[in-house]
Every structure is written in C-alpha cells, then in structure tokens.
C-alpha cells in the first residue's frame, strides 16, 4: 500500500515519479487475516516483496478490544533490535520471529486473550521510496464450558418439567447446543436460550423439558456441543435421574442357616429406609432382629408369630407390606 507522500513526490518530478512509480508499482506487503483459539499461540506473519531498498524500521501496530486506539506497540530496527512500546497489553507475550534482511516481519503472540481481538498492521519502512502495509485482523475464538445440571430434581408427575439443562457458556462464537433424544422419541421437546456477554461471548442453555414419569428414570440422553473452537464436537453424557416415592413393597423369603430372613424390597428413587415394625404386638426381642431391610428369624419359637410390617420411605413418600409370620411345632424340630 503506498502512502499519499508518494503521490506528491511524484507530481514534483515527472521523470523520478516514472521511475519511482514503475518499480514500486509491484511492491507490497503479504499477509493474511488471522484466527486463534484463546490460550494459544498465533503467528502474524508479513513480509515486503519485490524490493531491493534499504529497510529502515518494521513497524507494528494494533487496535484491539482492549485498546481500541491504533497505536504502535513493536518496532524493529535493521540491527536487530527490537522495541517494544509499554504498556501494549501483550507484555511478555509477543515475539518478533522475522529477519530483517528478508524484510519478513513475523510475529509470535503468546497465549491470545479475547482483548488482543482487532487489527494489527504491519508497516515496512524503507528508503527511498517510503512506506508499505498491511493489516491483519485477527479473531479470537473462545470455547465454551460445558456442564449438564439440573436445577430441580423433578420429582413423578403428570406435568411438563425441565428435565435436564444443558450449559455451553461464555462461548465465541455461540456454541450449537443439541440434545440426543432418541431414547425418548418425541415425548420430549427442548428450548434453547442464549445470552450476549458485553465480552462479545455468548451463553447458550438448553432445557430438555418432558412429563417426569417411572420410564423417563435413568435414560440416556447425551447433549451434544458443537462450536469452531472445539476440535471435534463434544458429547456430554447425561443420565436422566426422576424421583419418585417408593411403589409396591414386596417382602420375600429367603433362607439362610441358622437363621430365617425375609427381605423387603420396594422401588423408589432415591433408595428407601426401611422400618420393620410388628402390628398389634410388642417387638419379640430375643427372637427377631431388623436390619435395614432384612428381618432375621433368630430362634424359631412360637413367640415371634404374628403379623409384620415393613415401611418404605423416601423423601417423596412411603408406602407399606406386610408378611404373617408363623413357626409350627413340627417346623422347629
Ligand atoms: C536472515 O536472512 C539472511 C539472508 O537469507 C540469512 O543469512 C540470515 O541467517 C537470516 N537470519 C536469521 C536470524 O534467520
Ligand atoms: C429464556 O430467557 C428469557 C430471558 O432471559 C427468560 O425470560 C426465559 O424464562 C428463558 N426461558 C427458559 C426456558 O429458560
Ligand atoms: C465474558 O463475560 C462473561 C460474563 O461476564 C464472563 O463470564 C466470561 O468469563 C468472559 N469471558 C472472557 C473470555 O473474558
Ligand atoms: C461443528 O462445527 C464446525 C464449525 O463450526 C462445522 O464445520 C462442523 O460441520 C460441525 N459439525 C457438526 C457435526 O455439525
Ligand atoms: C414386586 O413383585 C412384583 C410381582 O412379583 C414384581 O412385578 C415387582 O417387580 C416386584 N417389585 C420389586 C421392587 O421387586
């Protein structure tokens, strides 16, 4: 790119502006736009071509999120040195990798923050015939963090709740957020909502709503996050969790030496609290034992007959079974 300095130069001296102008028309700096994902290294590179003049100075400049000003920040001198102007916001992080000689301009920035988003230019120097540059934009990509949550367990019932919500937050660009629903087909609807950060990033929510019923319990439903600052899509595994009060109590019989136990087992979400109880009589201490939900039989005797209870309790509720007990004479022998 040449400046307007040339131009009038050129109108001053018709014979110089012939020469000057044919030999510098083919003169120019390349380089690219650029993009980098936050927390990494990204390379700005630039270099002047066709030219033979003397370089006197490479110049970099930038206006970023962080300084929106253009303002100079690196200059390199044909020795060798290099001098960076403080503050610039990338102290400590920002390398000159070119060569002088070449007229190559190169130069590292180390772990890019969202705020070094913006233009850098690059602006070669050199004698006689003045200055050439070049802008860079560069774009950096934030990734989104990423959580499955649920803000209130949903508990059985007959009306629509969310379920699941699935968080991609802080992303730039906004993250696609997706549920893998084939476990449900379309019993289940989702509603996505986003919100701009001042920050230029975006948080995305996904809520999976559906009636919270016993089959919706523990199915698989992975949300899946796609973004360009993401390597490959990611798939957060998800496991639907619906509590419910325990349902039928069923006590069971199974035996054991020496003693008799009965087992009581009740489905429910989360796992109950068992109570043996015996209706309408006082506990038969010497002769039964309750452990969690086990009612061990200790000594066979006709003491322990009778009816026994046991209660299921969860949060959400309880429910009741009930088992007669009674040892006969030929029995305990
Ligand atoms: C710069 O380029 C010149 C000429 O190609 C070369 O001799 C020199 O070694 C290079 N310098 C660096 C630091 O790479
Ligand atoms: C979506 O966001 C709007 C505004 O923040 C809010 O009013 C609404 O409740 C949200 N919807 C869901 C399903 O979260
Ligand atoms: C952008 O702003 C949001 C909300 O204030 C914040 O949570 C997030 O950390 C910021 N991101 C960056 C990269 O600064
Ligand atoms: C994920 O996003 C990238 C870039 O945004 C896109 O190229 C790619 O096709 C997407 N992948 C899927 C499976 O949608
Ligand atoms: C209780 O017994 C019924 C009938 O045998 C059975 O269908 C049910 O699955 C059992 N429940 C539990 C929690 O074992």
Same mark, same amino acid.
């Given at each position: 790119?040449?400046?307007?300095?040339?131009?009038? +130069?050129? =109108?001053?001296?018709?014979?110089?502006?012939?020469?000057?102008?044919?030999?510098?028309?083919?003169?120019?700096?390349?380089?690219?736009?650029? &993009?980098?994902? @936050?927390?990494?290294?990204?390379? =700005?590179?630039?270099?002047? =071509?066709? !030219?033979?003049?003397?370089?006197? @100075?490479?110049?970099?400049?930038? *206006?970023?999120?962080?300084?929106?000003?253009?303002?100079?920040?690196?200059?390199?001198?044909?020795?060798?040195?290099?001098?960076?102007?403080?503050?610039?916001?990338?102290?400590? *992080?920002?390398?000159?990798?070119?060569?002088?000689? +070449?007229?190559?301009?190169?130069?590292?920035?180390?772990?890019?923050?969202?705020?070094? +988003?913006?233009?850098?230019?690059?602006?070669?120097?050199?004698?006689?015939?003045?200055?050439?540059?070049?802008?860079?934009?560069? !774009?950096?990509?934030?990734?989104?963090?990423?959580?499955?949550?649920?803000?209130?367990?949903?508990?059985? /019932? +007959?009306?629509?709740?969310?379920?699941?919500?699935?968080?991609?937050?802080?992303?730039?660009? @906004?993250?696609?957020?997706?549920?893998?629903?084939?476990?449900? /087909?379309? =019993?289940? *609807?989702?509603?996505?909502?986003? !919100?701009?950060?001042?920050?230029?990033?975006? &948080?995305?929510?996904?809520?999976?709503?559906? $009636?919270?019923?016993?089959?919706?319990?523990?199915?698989?439903?992975?949300?899946? $996050?796609?973004?360009?600052?993401?390597?490959?899509? *990611?798939?957060?595994?998800? &496991?639907?969790?619906?509590?419910?009060?325990?349902?039928?109590?069923?006590?069971?019989?199974?035996?054991?030496?020496?003693?008799?136990?009965?087992?009581? $087992?009740?489905?429910?979400?989360?796992?109950?609290?068992?109570?043996?109880?015996? $209706?309408?009589?006082?506990?038969?201490?010497?002769?039964?034992?309750?452990? /969690?939900?086990?009612?061990?039989?200790?000594?066979?005797?006709?003491?322990?007959?009778?009816?026994?209870?046991?209660?299921?309790?969860?949060?959400?509720?309880?429910?009741?079974?009930? @088992?007669?007990?009674?040892?006969?004479?030929?029995?305990? !022998?």
């Amino acid at each position: 790119m040449r400046r307007a300095k040339h131009v009038t +130069e050129a =109108l001053l001296c018709c014979v110089t502006l012939l020469v000057i102008h044919r030999s510098s028309d083919s003169i120019r700096v390349i380089g690219g736009s650029m &993009t980098v994902v @936050q927390g990494e290294d990204v390379d =700005l590179s630039c270099r002047l =071509l066709e !030219t033979d003049e003397e370089l006197e @100075q490479i110049t970099w400049q930038k *206006r970023t999120l962080e300084e929106p000003e253009n303002h100079n920040f690196l200059l390199i001198y044909p020795s060798g040195v290099t001098d960076f102007i403080s503050p610039n916001g990338l102290e400590n *992080r920002v390398q000159f990798f070119g060569n002088q000689t +070449e007229k190559i301009g190169s130069i590292r920035i180390t772990a890019a923050r969202l705020l070094d +988003e913006g233009t850098f230019t690059c602006v070669f120097s050199v004698f006689p015939s003045g200055v050439y540059s070049i802008e860079i934009p560069l !774009t950096v990509l934030v990734p989104p963090v990423m959580s499955v949550t649920v803000d209130v367990p949903p508990v059985i /019932g +007959e009306n629509e709740v969310v379920l699941a919500s699935c968080l991609a937050a802080g992303a730039k660009p @906004q993250a696609e957020v997706r549920w893998n629903t084939d476990a449900f /087909g379309s =019993l289940v *609807r989702t509603v996505t909502n986003s !919100t701009q950060h001042a920050n230029g990033t975006t &948080t995305v929510v996904s809520h999976l709503l559906g $009636v919270p019923t016993r089959a919706a319990n523990q199915q698989q439903v992975p949300c899946v $996050v796609n973004q360009s600052a993401l390597a490959t899509e *990611r798939t957060l595994a998800y &496991t639907i969790n619906i509590n419910y009060p325990p349902q039928t109590v069923n006590i069971t019989l199974s035996e054991g030496t020496p003693a008799t136990v009965f087992l009581c $087992v009740a489905d429910s979400n989360p796992k109950a609290i068992y109570t043996w109880t015996r $209706v309408g009589q006082p506990w038969p201490q010497s002769a039964v034992r309750a452990e /969690g939900n086990t009612l061990h039989l200790i000594s066979l005797s006709s003491e322990l007959n009778g009816l026994y209870s046991c209660e299921a309790s969860n949060p959400y509720g309880r429910a009741t079974g009930s @088992q007669y007990v009674h040892v006969t004479s030929c029995k305990n !022998t």
